[in-house]
């Protein structure tokens, strides 16, 4: 019993002390569109975390992750916003993030091996809040108009590619995002499809003989 006990205030203590890293300092947060211009699905994958080595995304470091979702005031009308909270659970102690710059990639599925287009964001002017016991000032809120600076991820980078964006100027638009529009950038073409141009380019050179 008295171990039991001890297990949970253990797991209570972890639970208090554990960073925060708030998606949004507004009740909508910026939406989330593709290449395209079209929405990205509610459920798209949200990664923070930092670049152990700048402008290097290989080097992403995970701190935890959350998912595009319907948010602020009627959120029935509002999907595909970057939104909630994110907390560290993989990690005894968040000592290892503590005054990183924090980093956000979105993804335009549930998982990066389904994805066809990302975005890898830094949070400008955004640090990870040094991890404190009693669990006192750990959380810290992005900016919806921090998230400007797009870092280039070459699996995304293909011809005929969009690099992702910022839009500042999206944000009175009707999907009621008041903070923006993010952008994801690239667009990878399915197996199926380079299957067709591989063979329409030996069509083209059997062609020419």
């Known amino acids: 019993m008295k171990k039991l006990l001890l297990s949970i205030l253990a797991a209570t203590a972890s639970c208090v002390s554990a960073s925060t890293v708030s998606l949004s ?21 949200i990664r923070v975390g930092y670049l152990a080595t700048a402008n290097t995304p290989s080097s992403f470091v995970e701190f935890g992750t959350s ?6 005031v009627g959120t029935s009308i509002r999907p595909s916003k970057v939104n909630g909270s994110v907390n560290n659970v993989t990690e005894a102690d968040d000592a290892a993030f ?76 009707a999907d009621g995002s008041g903070t923006g529009r993010l952008y994801l950038g690239g667009i990878v073409p399915e197996p199926s499809s380079m299957g067709l141009l591989a063979l329409a380019g030996l069509a083209l050179i059997r062609r020419r003989r």
Not at 26 to 44: E, H, M
Not at 67 to 72: D, R
């Open 25 to 45: 300092s507004t009740p909508n947060g910026p939406s989330v569109y593709d290449a395209l211009s079209a929405l990205v699905p509610n459920g798209g994958l």
């Open 67 to 72: 998912t595009v979702k319907n948010s602020g």
């Open 98 to 173: 503590n005054g990183k710059d924090v980093y956000v990639w979105i993804y335009n599925a549930a998982t990066e091996g389904a994805s066809t287009q990302s975005g890898l964001f830094h949070a400008v002017a955004t640090v990870f809040p040094n991890d404190d016991p009693a669990g006192v000032g750990d959380t810290v809120s992005v900016l919806a108009t921090s998230l400007t600076e797009y870092i280039n991820d070459p699996k995304y980078n293909v011809a005929g590619g969009v690099q992702g964006r910022f839009d500042a100027a999206a944000a009175a638009n």
